[in-house]
């Protein structure tokens, strides 16, 4: 989940360039809040397609907003989900070899081995596919591989949010100067 909240200062500021229709800032800071909040949920799935090898797009689809308003100035990206079945990334599987899964780009194939066991690609009964890998010498049990779930990936402070970040800070200045532009107009 992530919050902006607006401060003090900053409510004073804009009051402050609004002049004699300062109780209309915490309209204007709301709306710039709501504009930056549809603008870093467009950024940061953009960041986390270009990040990961994510077949299926989703990202935006599972980050909720909670738009702010004039009495509750903070704008909420909340991002939620499940864990992903490693064949939604870019995967590959030979029976010889096993499969290998690359999950950051760049990152190059890496072999799905626990101990001197395989991953494999298998269907279960009801045509589930996916990658797959027995839990021990035996046949049964088995189970299904995973990765990182997308509120994760979004989350990632190195890879993610963490350089999404800056320019949600210099949105934020450019849409309350906007904002203000628009009413003082």
């Known amino acids: 989940m992530i919050e902006y909240q607006v401060d003090e200062q900053m409510l004073e500021e804009v009051q402050a360039k609004l002049g004699e229709m300062s109780r209309k800032a915490p309209t204007v800071i709301s709306r710039a809040l709501n504009k930056v909040a549809v603008t870093a949920r467009v950024d940061l799935a953009n960041k986390a397609q270009a990040t990961y090898t994510v077949k299926s797009g989703g990202f935006k689809k599972d980050m909720t907003i909670r738009k702010a308003s004039a009495g509750r100035l903070e704008a909420v990206i909340h991002s939620q989900g499940k864990p992903l079945t490693i064949d939604k990334f870019h995967t590959t599987f030979a029976k010889k ?3 290998k899964a690359n999950i950051i780009k760049g990152g190059g194939l890496k072999q799905l081995i626990k ?4 991953a494999f690609r298998g269907e279960m009964g009801n045509e589930h596919k996916g990658i797959f890998q027995r839990e021990g010498s035996a046949r049964l049990p088995i ?3 995973y990765s990182n779930s997308i509120p994760k990936m979004i989350g990632n402070e190195e890879k ?3 350089v999404v970040k800056p320019s949600i800070d210099r949105n934020l200045q450019h849409y309350v100067e906007q904002q203000i532009e628009l009413l003082t107009k």
């Open 97 to 99: 070899s096993g499969a």
């Open 115 to 118: 101990g001197n066991i395989k």
């Open 143 to 145: 189970k299904q591989l």
């Open 160 to 162: 993610v949010y963490g």
